[in-house]
């Protein structure tokens, strides 16, 4: 079966995110002041074979660990649907 | 009322996607053949004070437009709750 993986990965609560900073500093002056906190992170995708959504879910979470998230720096969430 | 809103930008369907393809061929070296697509874009959370998630909502999707996606080369989409 095919399924999509849906990762977001988010610096941690606590660390710097100047990228964040940054776009917090931009929203003041497009006219939204009301937002207070912004963080900056990625967004990935991917299409995959597997049996079953657990083997997914691993193989996502593999994929986060070995490649695509900096642990001590980021957080990730994985969502699995089938295609 | 305080809400968080949680934005996913991917690059549309059918452009390229350099960091994605670099990201499929690295899915190979680690063990994950099975990986057929990659994505990459950007996952941005917004806290932001509003009267309601409608108000909410429109705040997050000004900032999409205004600043965050370049609309030409992204999707975005969005969701709210309340914090």
Do not use: W
């Not at 049996?51 to 957080?75: D, V």
Request: charge should be neutral; charged fraction near 25%; hydrophobic fraction near 45%.
């Amino acid at each position: 079966m095919k399924f999509l993986a849906e990762i977001e990965i988010l610096p941690k609560k606590g660390l710097l995110d100047p990228q964040g900073k940054a776009v917090l500093h931009g929203m003041g002056q497009i006219g939204l002041p009301q937002v207070s906190d912004v963080r900056v992170g990625k967004f990935i995708t991917l299409e995959m074979e597997a049996a079953s959504s657990e083997e997914a879910h691993a193989a996502a979470e593999t994929a986060c660990k070995k490649l695509l998230a900096n642990l001590i720096m980021e957080g990730y969430r994985i969502r699995i649907s089938a295609q």
